[in-house]
């Protein structure tokens, strides 16, 4: 069992940076590959990016490859997600959530186990 808390969400203006922590708890956490997903009103949970238990293998979807980046420390039970570039279409609540399985279907919201509670990303213009 993990438990997930993210932080660090805030207005930001577009062009600037932020960055995401997820703190989990438990002593498994180095099992389980984790997700970024987030979600804009009126709009579905979308995956933005993922990364293997050990974060030697990262995979991102294509609307933030190349401005987003996820890494962890394992031994701080943590995961980041460093946002560059940001654009007001990047406004959303952003989760993360964790996984036993890395591989197809890393995108897919379904095959995630535990998820945070959510924190509010807000890009103005």
């Known amino acids: 069992q993990v438990q997930l808390v993210e932080s660090g969400g805030r207005l930001v203006q577009a062009g600037g940076s932020l960055r995401l922590s997820c703190a989990a708890s438990?002593?498994?956490?180095?099992?389980?590959?984790m997700g970024w997903f987030r979600q804009a009103p009126g709009n579905e949970r979308e995956f933005v990016g993922g990364?293997?238990?050990?974060?030697?293998?990262?995979y991102y979807a294509d609307s933030v490859k190349g401005r987003f980046t996820i890494s962890r420390d394992n031994a701080k039970n943590t995961v980041l997600l460093q946002m560059n570039s940001l654009k007001p279409e990047d406004t959303a609540v952003y989760y993360c959530?964790?996984?036993?399985?890395w591989g197809p279907g890393v995108s897919d919201s379904v095959g995630y186990d535990h998820w945070g509670q959510g924190t509010q990303v807000t890009v103005s213009s």
């Open positions: 438990g002593r498994t956490f180095s099992r389980y590959a």
């Open positions: 990364i293997n238990w050990s974060g030697d293998n990262t």
């Open positions: 959530a964790a996984s036993l399985h």
